[in-house]
T-cell receptor
């Protein structure tokens, strides 16, 4: 079955600390993976996609096919990073997104 | 990026009535749009894929007669919740892909909060 697991509902870190938001997936084939972010009172927006191998706002995510993971990392968290983060592989149809349950990141001063 | 609007942003209705939610792309055309539902403190769940000029594709467990989707133009998709009941109270969000990029790069509307009394 297609499954996305974000084990942490809430992650609280101090400003300047490293942060890692975990995502594991169970998908057949070669899924395309994304991280979406939702800041307070804003709409969902794309943060990262694994194909691009880019760094956005200091965040990176590496696809580990062996561990079927796509963890999101940032070496030094900032207060403005506080938001809801969703891991989203493609769904069975290949087009829409199946979201993980999300991790709420809180960065405190 | 793309601009997606939804109308209304919130609606309260009586049980048994129907509610229409609009999703508009303001600056590009889309042959496909997606509709999601998000219950409080839960993740987004894909409800259906809206296809311009043809029938929508519904996810398993989503009643197509209950959630009517119409995608009559390249910039507008509507979701009608028919005979709404309190359990249909939720946050409904649409999204659509940006033309010319990876099909899976989506832009989301701000959502519509539906409360059924």
């Amino acid at each position: 079955a297609q499954r996305v697991t974000q084990p942490e509902k809430l992650l609280s870190v101090f400003k300047g600390a490293p942060v890692e938001l975990k995502c594991n997936y169970s998908y057949s084939g070669s899924p395309e993976l994304f991280w979406y972010v939702q800041y307070s009172r804003q709409r969902l927006q794309l943060l990262l996609r694994h194909i691009s191998r880019e760094s956005i706002k200091g965040f990176t995510a590496d696809l580990n096919k062996g561990e079927t993971s796509f963890h999101l990392k940032k070496p030094f968290a900032q207060e403005e990073d506080s938001a809801m983060y969703y891991c989203a592989p493609t769904s069975n149809s290949g087009y829409a997104l199946n979201f993980g349950k999300g991790t709420s990141l809180l960065v405190t001063p | 990026g793309a601009v997606v609007s939804q109308h209304p942003s919130w609606v309260i209705c009586k049980s048994g009535t129907s509610v229409k939610i609009e999703c508009r792309s303001l600056d590009f055309q889309a042959t496909t749009m997606f509709w999601y539902r998000q219950f409080p403190k839960q993740s987004l769940m894909l409800m259906a894929t809206s296809n311009e000029g043809s029938k929508a594709t519904y996810e398993q467990g989503v009643e197509k007669d209950k959630f009517l989707i119409n995608h009559a133009s390249l910039t507008l998709s509507t979701l009608t919740v028919t005979s709404a009941h309190p359990e249909d109270s939720s946050f409904y969000i649409c999204s659509l892909p940006l033309a010319g990029r990876s099909y899976n790069e989506q832009f989301f509307g701000p959502g519509t909060r539906l409360t059924v009394l």
